[in-house]
């Protein structure tokens, strides 16, 4: 399976980005997905995951009512609406495609990485 995210830019704080990750394989449709970054210095962290229905979202506390986790099993790929972002959500943005169908919030509960697009928030 190949990842590639996509949508990363520069933006001023409070503006909107949709990141997008397309799979290349429908081998996906029946994992879970997930969203992290790491900002230089820092370790990698968890934003977002979805079940493989969709039907189940979790959030990292710091973007929860910011940022939104979808998905569309028929195109194999998977999104993250960030909006009212912040300077402190500058990162690499990596996708991920888990070990299981529901999502994990441990970066070991995920086998396919993408390599990353960058998101950065000015002030």
């Known amino acids: 399976v190949q990842l590639q995210a996509s949508g990363g830019g520069w933006v001023l704080s409070g503006d909107s980005l949709r990141l997008s990750c397309a799979a290349s394989?429908?081998?996906?449709?029946?994992?879970?997905m997930g969203w992290f970054r790491q900002a230089p210095g820092k370790e990698r962290e968890f934003v977002a995951s979805i079940s493989w229905r969709g039907d189940y979202t979790y959030y990292a506390n710091f973007v929860k009512g910011r940022f939104t986790i979808s998905r569309d099993n028929a195109k194999s790929t998977v999104y993250l609406q960030m909006n009212s972002l912040r300077p402190e959500d500058t990162a690499v943005y990596y996708c991920?495609?888990?070990?299981?169908?529901?999502?994990?919030?441990?970066?070991?509960?995920?086998?396919?990485w993408g390599r990353g697009t960058q998101v950065t928030v000015s002030s």
């Open positions: 991920a495609v888990a070990r299981g169908s529901s999502g994990s919030s441990a970066p070991n509960g995920y086998n396919y």
């Open positions: 394989k429908r081998t996906s449709s029946n994992n879970g």
